[in-house]
């Protein structure tokens, strides 16, 4: 009989949990969830590598182990590091992680742009949930942002540099899953940037999930850029029987009636996607007719996508009736006959590039 492998146990903000030996202490969270989950910009499940780019993930190892209980000397990153048996962690019961993790989003955010407003990522950014959760009123730099012309990464890819973070996922993405690996990270400290070898466009048929794992808008779908705002999309689960064998066929479509915006793949509650997608399923099939839906996609990670769904509650009285005793009030101005924007026939989803008003007068 296999002997039974022993599990460490680790306390996390006073919580014990046991796990395999070689868990990191972020997975070790993971297992219990909440708020002592410490945020991760750079680590993802799913790629082999991933993490020790970023320090968001920063916690502080009070006791290193049962055997060893000296505590570590500096706050350490939790995807790199695993767990002993014993080991006594702070995350977000240590103010010197919390004061530290602020420093980290400072950083993060010295060069980032004040894109939000017109930022394809919004909605369901990372780094603007980072920012919010984790970050400072305001900066202290006082130079000139690093700037950078928005690169086309073949014909349905954008690459604004000004919002990446250097966090590789795009470039593991590359190597590991579409296989092709054709731009990495070149220059280094304030020079480095995300970029094509010689120019070359990424052309494997499993690049577009480099969108997908980007935590912030640094990759955009070019087919999707500027059509709408994810807040105002309904999500959907869809599949379809894709010919590629490495393709789950799995998707969500982002839908604003029967129009489909955009198609994405599944993602869990720490924003990694499910199983990644290949590029006809997320940039050629662009249709209902094109899938099987199978029902409402509910957001796991916390997002302003969720916001604003009531459920379970009682509709108020409708006094109007009682008041007009007992005659259904009329409809009093069909604003469908007035407004442009209402126009049943216009199909944005199909618009080549950014709508602007002139679709609407067409
Ligand atoms: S990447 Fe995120 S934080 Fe940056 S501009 Fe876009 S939405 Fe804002
Ligand atoms: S482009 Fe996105 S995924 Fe790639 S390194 Fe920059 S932030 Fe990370
Ligand atoms: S998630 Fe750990 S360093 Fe980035």
């Given at each position: 009989m296999a002997e039974e492998q022993k599990l460490f146990k680790v306390k996390i903000d006073g919580i014990t949990v046991e796990v395999a030996p070689g868990t990191t202490i972020l997975n070790a969270a993971r297992q219990i969830g909440g708020d002592i989950v410490p945020p991760a910009m750079c680590y993802y499940s799913k790629l082999q590598g991933s993490g020790g780019k970023c320090r968001t993930c920063l916690v502080k190892v009070s006791k290193g182990s049962e055997a060893d209980p000296r505590p570590m000397p500096k706050l350490v990153a939790s995807c790199r590091t695993t767990v002993m048996d014993g080991m006594e962690v702070a995350n977000i019961t240590s103010p010197e992680v919390l004061e530290a993790r602020k420093g980290v989003v400072e950083f993060l955010l010295l060069n980032h742009p004040l894109d939000c407003p017109v930022c394809?990522?919004?909605?369901?950014c990372h780094l603007q949930d980072l920012g919010y959760e984790h970050g400072a009123e305001a900066t202290r730099y006082e130079f000139k942002r690093r700037t950078f012309d928005k690169v086309d990464l073949g014909d349905k890819i954008q690459l604004h540099m000004t919002r990446c973070i250097l966090c590789y996922r795009c470039v593991f993405t590359a190597d590991q899953v579409a296989g092709n690996r054709e731009h990495g990270v070149l220059?280094?400290?304030?020079?480095?940037e995300i970029s094509t070898y010689l120019s070359k466009n990424l052309s494997s048929p499993f690049i577009g999930n480099v969108i997908d794992v980007c935590p912030v808008g640094a990759l955009t779908d070019k087919t999707f850029r500027f059509k709408n705002r994810v807040w105002f999309l309904k999500p959907v689960n869809a599949h379809r029987d894709c010919d590629n064998p490495k393709c789950c066929g799995k998707t969500v479509l982002w839908m604003r009636g029967d129009e489909v915006f955009r198609v994405t793949a599944r993602k869990d509650k720490y924003g990694e996607v499910e199983d990644f997608i290949c590029d006809t399923c997320r940039f050629?099939?662009?249709?209902?007719?094109d899938w099987v839906i199978e029902g409402p996609r509910k957001i796991?990670?916390?997002s302003v996508i969720s916001a604003n769904h009531y459920v379970g509650v009682n509709k108020p009285k409708d006094t109007l009736v009682e008041v007009l005793d007992g005659r259904q009030p009329k409809l009093l101005m069909d604003i469908h006959s007035i407004s442009q924007v209402n126009r049943p026939n216009i199909d944005l989803s199909q618009i080549e590039g950014p709508a602007h008003s002139d679709d609407f007068n067409k």
């Open positions: 394809d990522q919004a909605g369901e220059g280094r400290g304030e020079h480095a050629d099939k662009k249709e209902a007719k796991e990670r916390q």
